[in-house]
């Protein structure tokens, strides 16, 4: 089930950088914080090797300083 999310995650990504198109929305800012969940199980990195386009999408949300300010790892 994961992989086919993260699958459906990569084709809504391969045309745009964001989910609703060139800019973050409300949509990116909302599955980020799943997503950085996920990555840190076996079945989400297993997954998301397969997508490139979300991992793509993953760093840019990543680099964005509100997703910097709100990091648990960096307390």
Excluded at 11 to 34: I, K, N, R, W, Y
Excluded at 65 to 75: F, L, M, N, V
Aim: glycine fraction near 6%; charged fraction near 15%; avoid cysteine.
């Amino acid at each position: 089930k994961l992989a086919h999310q993260i699958a459906v995650l990569e084709g809504a990504l391969q045309p745009a950088p964001f989910l609703a198109g060139a800019e973050a929305s409300l949509a990116d800012l909302l599955l980020f914080p799943v997503l950085v969940y996920v990555k840190v199980t076996p079945e989400g990195q297993a997954a998301l090797r397969k997508a490139p386009a979300v991992g793509a999408w993953f760093d840019r949300m990543a680099a964005r300083p509100s997703a910097a300010a709100t990091d648990p790892a960096r307390g």
